[in-house]
């Protein structure tokens, strides 16, 4: 189940994590980031663009709750991504560049979301039109978890390149809890 709490740890592991993965990255030439590794998504540049195109879907999802959250206000200004696959660039500093955006505003919105916000029964639509009534807690959890499998794909795709992203585990970022 989540919690808010669960949500303001989830963005700070996503943001820590995103400048771990565009660190690692930029130790490769760009022929390595868009060279084809047969991954779901062709290359390291492709897995990238991907998760800045769902995170961009999905944000602007959140943006419509009835908690109205402050911190999303700002993508409903920018188009819907045509899809998943929709490119926010061609090189790493372009797309550096969106993924701090985003970043900044996932961590700026997570503490805006209580409880009963997570309780919310979250109407959608998904991509090709068709509707969706779900818990908004977890969609949101959806929303993180789809974040990790991607880093992850995109951390193996680093490893087979050579380079090395460190360590991953969320556990990492979970306090300690004093005796």
Same mark, same amino acid.
């Given at each position: 189940m989540s919690t808010p709490e669960s949500i303001v740890l989830m963005a700070a592991y996503n943001a820590s994590m995103n400048q771990k993965l565009y660190a690692a990255a930029a130790q490769l030439p760009h022929a390595e980031l868009v060279a084809d590794r047969k991954a779901f998504f062709g290359s390291i540049l492709g897995t990238l663009n991907h998760l800045l195109a769902a995170d961009s879907i999905w944000l602007r999802r959140f943006a419509t709750h009835p908690a109205g959250f *402050?911190? &999303?206000?700002?993508?409903?200004?920018?188009?819907? +991504? *045509?899809? &998943?696959?929709?490119?926010?660039?061609?090189?790493? +500093? *372009?797309? &550096?560049?969106h993924r701090q955006r985003l970043d900044a505003i996932i961590t700026q919105w997570a503490p805006q979301v209580g409880a009963a916000d997570l309780a919310h029964t979250f109407e959608y639509h998904s991509m090709k039109g068709d509707p969706y009534r779900k818990h908004f807690g977890s969609v949101v959890l959806h929303f993180f978890n789809h974040q990790t499998h991607h880093r992850g794909q995109a951390s193996t795709l680093l490893s087979q390149a050579g380079v090395d992203i460190g360590v991953t585990d969320l556990l990492v970022m979970v306090p300690e809890i004093e005796a």
């Open positions: *402050s911190a &999303l206000a700002p993508l409903l200004e920018l188009p819907m +991504p *045509s899809g &998943l696959t929709q490119s926010f660039g061609d090189d790493l +500093p *372009s797309l &550096l560049a």
